[in-house]
T-cell receptor, first 111, second 114 residues
Framework: GEDVEQSLFLSVREGDSSVINCTYT??????LYWYKQEPGAGLQLLTY?????DMKQDQRLTVLLNKKDKHLSLRIADTQTGDSAIYFC???????????FGAGTRLFVKA | DTAVSQTPKYLVTQMGNDKSIKCEQN?????MYWYKQDSKKFLKIMFS???????INETVPNRFSPKSPDKAHLNLHINSLELGDSAVYFC?????????????FGPGTRLTVL
């Protein structure tokens, strides 16, 4: 079946690292994504990783993919108050016009 | 330049009414979607259209009828509105010629049914 799971809340102090975890079920997914949703706005793509990679780094963001365990994580270094948002993990199973989203992790950054 | 736009941004209406939400994308994408996000922020796909053809209909009540007059537009008409229809509705598009299925979301329409 298709399912993407992630924890619902994460609270960190400003300047610390945040790690948001996700598990997915469809091993055929070619790409896995992280989207960010700020209050009152739509989702925006933050980063994505191709399924044959195990790590991708983009400035303060590091994505780790463990394909064997179907586990994806997003690390935000030096978390800022502006990073407070909901982060959605998502997968695109091959052959479909469908992206499956997790329930979203609410990141709270304390000053 | 707004990539994916939706109107209206807010919609407050009585139970039993019929309403429409419009969506337009200027990205030249072939695929458009409607998602429903409930009060707990769960995001569920409702419909997907590719080149004006319905591809996905995720067991949505037939009170919801999407219409795609052309590739750049996907409108959502809802008949006989119910309290449970209150949510934020997001339109999105993606380019199926690209390597990824990156979704480009509109700003959302917050529907409140009284």
């Amino acid at each position: 079946g298709e399912d993407v799971e992630q924890s619902l809340f994460l609270s960190v102090r400003e300047g610390d690292s945040s790690v948001i975890n996700c598990t997915y079920t469809d091993s055929s997914s070619t790409y896995l994504y992280w989207y960010k949703q700020e209050p009152g706005a739509g989702l925006q793509l933050l980063t994505y990783i191709f399924s044959n990679m195990d790590m991708k780094q983009d400035q303060r963001l590091t994505v780790l993919l463990n394909k064997k365990d179907k586990h994806l994580s997003l690390r935000i270094a030096d978390t800022q108050t502006g990073d407070s948002a909901i982060y959605f993990c998502a997968e695109s199973p091959t052959g479909g016009f469908k992206t499956i989203f997790g329930a979203g992790t609410r990141l709270f950054v304390k000053a | 330049d707004t990539a994916v736009s939706q109107t209206p941004k807010y919609l407050v209406t009585q139970m039993g009414n019929d309403k429409s939400i419009k969506c337009e994308q200027n990205l030249g994408h072939d695929t458009m979607y409607w998602y429903k996000q409930d009060s707990k922020k769960f995001l569920k796909i409702m419909f997907s259209y590719n080149n004006k053809e319905l591809i996905i209909n995720e067991t949505v009540p037939n009170r919801f009828s999407p219409k795609s007059p052309d590739k750049a537009h996907l409108n959502l008409h809802i008949n006989s509105l119910e309290l449970g229809d209150s949510a934020v509705y997001f339109c999105a598009s993606s380019d199926d010629r690209g390597h990824t299925d990156t979704q480009y979301f509109g700003p959302g329409t917050r529907l409140t049914v009284l």
